[in-house]
């Protein structure tokens, strides 16, 4: 008997000793952190990354410690993930897991967490439900937004003609085209070219674009709180965000004054009547403050990324004339010369559609993505994500670079990547300029119609001449950390 007692005094401690030592091993790899540089007390990773080219340093980071790694924007913790496999397992494998918005110290001053894109939970959720089905209700994917692109497209092609060959920047010109159409909608009309709110507007928006490449900028993600009381672009910035909020509010209250409830105009209406019929609830996401962020996103999202890019395939095009000639083959083969480009010709122009793709690629407008967040803790591969972290899915040029296998040439620009070797176009799942996931965005759609009609109606009636030889044209993107600029240049738009 006493034997026996011992034995099983021996074998209680042992299976006690095994459940202690799971139960330490589950917790321990619960609470596994994803590795990364040692951060210092208050400036964080800032000595391991370059703040002029913050996806190369995450590039070089990546390779030391791998997909999934941690850095500090001052105390801020953000977990990375760098890679197509961990941005897909994140953002579509686990896409409710990550659909929540992450925020940057500059992009929470900016936007003050309202309105869709840095919106979490319930008000996100609400206003994205409402403004795609609103944008829908507008024209959004069918044949009358079509048709407007088409009508921008034959003001832009007059306007350019009209400068009669002189060397200019296109900037302004492609981002007032871009911008009437997402005004149309969201405000129930185009602009004049030359109406001085517009101009003002428009001003204001591609002044933005540029001052988020400054060091101050940079920094305000480590030191918002000091960077608050220093002088400098950010707060410019700052201030032109203001006056655009400003504006809006300003159309917003014109709208209140002529609106008519049976028939709402634009997306502004809608949202106006969508307040008065919940009114009556004290807990409704619908009202001015998150109708000014929402048409504030509306316009930012549907102005600036569409403008840029074709700004830079403008620059690109100009360096390889031999495309331009393949392109303008295509479009007298499928169009001609004397009616307007339509979605429908699209899919009878592969190669068109493979140098829209490959411009897409090659700038990588938004390297970083907009940070995500986990909307609870999740255990991630083999590591713990605090739903209190930032994710930044790193899915941006550098990566793209590092696919050998499945885009051959990648650090050259060459639309055969997405072309198979029958000429016929080529989809790839590594292609994500309009992110994943819950998180997508909402104007995809509108983008890649404006970037196809606008591209084609230019190489439909013009040929582009540089103002230097096109050897020696520098394609490569102004990193930063929000948005890649093209580089400034100007150049002629001969007819045909």
């Not at 913050?54 to 801020?76: A, D, H, R, W």
């Not at 990550?98 to 206003?127: A, C, M, Y």
Request: proline share 6%; with cysteine; aromatic share 10%.
């Amino acid at each position: 008997m006493e034997l026996l007692g011992t034995t099983t005094i021996f074998l209680l401690v042992c299976i006690s000793c095994l459940l202690l030592f799971a139960t330490w091993r589950s917790i321990s790899q619960k609470e596994k952190q994803p590795p990364g540089p040692i951060a210092l007390p208050i400036v964080g990773s800032i000595f391991q990354l370059n703040l002029w080219n913050l996806p190369e340093s995450l590039k070089k980071l990546s390779k030391k410690y791998g997909p999934v790694f941690t850095i500090y924007l001052g105390p801020q913790k953000v977990v990375v993930l760098y890679g197509y496999d961990a941005v897909k397992e994140a953002l579509i494998d686990q896409a409710d897991n990550f659909s929540g918005r992450g925020t940057l110290p500059l992009l929470r001053k900016l936007f003050q967490g309202t309105g869709i894109v840095t919106s979490n939970g319930e008000t996100w959720k609400q206003l994205r439900r409402f403004a795609l089905t609103t944008l829908r209700d507008f024209g959004m994917g069918k044949k009358t937004i079509e048709e407007r692109i088409q009508e921008e497209a034959n003001f832009l092609v007059e306007r350019i003609r009209n400068t009669h060959e002189r060397p200019f920047n296109p900037g302004i010109f492609l981002v007032h085209a871009v911008s009437n159409i997402i005004c149309s909608i969201i405000f129930g009309d185009r602009f004049d070219y030359e109406d001085k709110k517009f101009i003002t507007l428009i001003e204001l928006l591609d002044e933005n674009n540029w001052l988020q490449n400054s060091i101050q900028t940079q920094l305000y993600n480590f030191f918002p709180i000091v960077m608050d009381y220093l002088p400098g672009p950010h707060k410019k910035m700052i201030e032109n965000t203001e006056k655009i909020d400003q504006f809006t509010l300003e159309i917003i209250a014109e709208h209140q004054k002529t609106l008519d409830p049976t028939c709402p105009r634009d997306f502004i209406d809608a949202f106006l009547n969508k307040m008065e019929q919940e009114k009556r609830n004290g807990h409704s996401e619908f009202t001015v403050e998150t109708l000014s962020r929402t048409t504030l996103d509306l316009f930012f999202a549907g102005t600036g990324t569409t403008s840029v890019t074709l700004r830079h395939g403008l620059l690109i095009l100009q360096k390889y004339p031999e495309i331009v000639e393949k392109i303008q083959k295509e479009i007298d083969c499928v169009i001609g010369r004397d009616r307007s480009p339509c979605m429908a010709d699209r899919s009878q122009m592969p190669y068109t559609d493979a140098v829209v793709h490959e411009i897409q690629r090659f700038i990588d407008f938004v390297p970083l993505n907009v940070p995500h967040t986990v909307i609870k803790d999740v255990k991630f591969r083999d590591y713990f994500i605090s739903k209190v972290c930032s994710t930044v899915p790193e899915k941006g040029h550098n990566l793209l670079k590092t696919m050998i296998k499945e885009f051959p040439n990648p650090e050259k620009f060459d639309p055969g990547h997405f072309l198979n070797a029958n000429g016929t176009f080529k989809k790839s799942d590594y292609f994500m300029p309009f992110s994943a996931g819950k998180r997508v965005c909402a104007g995809e759609g509108l983008a890649r119609m404006e970037l196809f009609i606008f591209l084609t109606a230019i190489l439909q009636n013009f040929t582009l001449k540089p103002v230097v030889d096109h050897k020696n044209i520098d394609i490569s993107p102004l990193v930063s950390t929000l948005v890649n600029m093209p580089r400034p240049y100007e150049v002629s738009f001969l007819p045909r």
